[in-house]
Every structure is written in structure tokens, then in C-alpha cells.
């Protein structure tokens, strides 16, 4: 078994030949790949997650839907403390920004606003990093909002762990979109610090797609 990552346009030329060649073409919803084959292997072509969900069995109707929905996506890297935020259009990241606010305590490891739960009076120390948490989920939103992009944005892209979920949309400043916003996606990575390197990093993971191929 082998396997090669494609970017979008080599996707395309991809499909474009093996069509041309007379090659069974298959296309499986569920698992949103195409599936081909030749007299020696089977070939798997999984879409990156940059593409919106592609509807019905039909290949040549699949290829065409794929042609024809423009690759633009909100990329959110969130960790206790640290965000990573990206717009990208196909290949290219438009635009980026990182959100870095004290909000863990090196000794117990859990952001301020779900460790105040368990403990009674709060120190100096402990008010900054409840105050960073909500400023840092604020500024997360507030960046969203001054891209504009949600309009022509087809996926949201999120690393985000599930105790800060609610921290997400609950702050004073909600984001540009609800929990239930049938664009998102979970990014199913090890996401590391996010950082603009990692951005780039799960950028382009995401904007390509994975062909393998299987000997009969």
C-alpha cells in the first residue's frame, strides 16, 4: 500500500485523467472518497477537510459539485491561554492572528474559569487569570467579527477542547456563528500549542487530500 497527498488542483487533475483513461470511478458519500480501480490496484482519493460534505453517489456528479464550490475556511486552534486563528482561501492562509492571555496556573494546569468551581476565595493572581479568560475568549470572537468572512466562509474548522467549549459561545462577545452552524467541523489532528507555526502546519493538512492505493 502506498500513499501520496495531493493539493486541491492535483486532486482535480487526478480525476480529470482517470475519467479520461475510461477508469471505473466511484464516489462514496459517507466516507466522502472516490474510489478507482485498474487491472493491478484500487485507488482511494479521501477529500481534504476543506471541502464542504459532497451529497450523492454518482462520481461525475461528485467531481462536479467538487468544482464548483469555492475551498474558503475559518481555521480555530484553541487552547487554554492560546489561540490560533486563520483564513484561508484554497492553498493560501489570507489571514491570521494569535491570541495568547495568562490563564493557567503552572501548578494546576486548568484554565481559571473551569478551576474556580471547585475552590472558594479567589487570590490576586486568580482574578487576573478570571479576567484574561474572559477577555481571551472575547478577543477570539472580536477577531472573527472584524474579518467578515462568515458570508462566504463553507467550513469552520475547530481544535477547541471540550471544557472550553461553552467559554466559546457564551462570551459577552458571542462569534460570528452558533454551536449548531452545520459548517463546522472538528479537526481530527494532535493539534500542539497553537502558535503560527502550527497554523500553518493544520492549514495544510487540511487543505489536502490523500490518495492511496491498495495492489489487487
Request: aromatic fraction near 8%; include cysteine; hydrophobic fraction near 40%.
Amino acid at each position: 500500500m502506498t500513499e501520496q497527498r495531493f493539493t486541491v488542483a492535483q486532486m482535480h487533475q487526478w480525476l480529470k485523467s482517470t475519467i479520461d483513461q475510461g477508469h471505473r470511478l466511484t464516489f462514496d458519500s459517507s466516507a466522502q472518497l472516490f474510489v478507482s480501480s485498474n487491472a493491478s490496484a484500487v485507488f482511494e482519493l479521501a477529500l481534504p477537510l476543506i471541502c464542504p460534505p459532497i451529497g450523492g453517489e454518482d462520481a461525475n456528479d461528485a467531481v462536479a459539485q467538487l468544482q464548483a464550490q469555492p475551498l474558503t475556511a475559518i481555521i480555530l486552534l484553541i487552547q487554554a491561554g492560546y489561540a490560533a486563528l486563520g483564513y484561508c482561501e484554497g492553498d493560501t492562509l489570507v489571514r491570521h492572528k494569535m491570541v495568547k492571555k495568562y490563564m493557567v496556573r503552572q501548578s494546576q494546569g486548568k484554565a481559571q474559569l473551569t478551576y474556580k468551581k471547585s475552590k472558594g476565595k479567589s487570590r490576586l493572581g486568580s482574578r487576573i487569570r478570571l479576567h484574561n479568560s474572559v477577555v481571551f475568549f472575547e478577543e477570539i470572537n472580536q477577531t472573527l467579527h472584524s474579518w467578515n468572512v462568515m458570508p462566504k466562509c463553507n467550513r469552520i474548522l475547530l481544535s477547541l477542547p471540550v471544557n472550553l467549549t461553552h467559554l466559546l459561545y457564551s462570551a459577552n462577545i458571542p462569534p460570528p456563528f452558533t454551536k449548531k452552524d452545520a459548517r463546522i467541523k472538528k479537526i481530527p489532528l494532535n493539534v500542539k500549542t497553537p502558535s503560527y507555526r502550527e497554523l500553518c502546519h493544520i492549514h495544510w493538512e487540511v487543505t489536502h487530500g490523500r490518495l492511496v492505493q491498495k495492489e489487487k
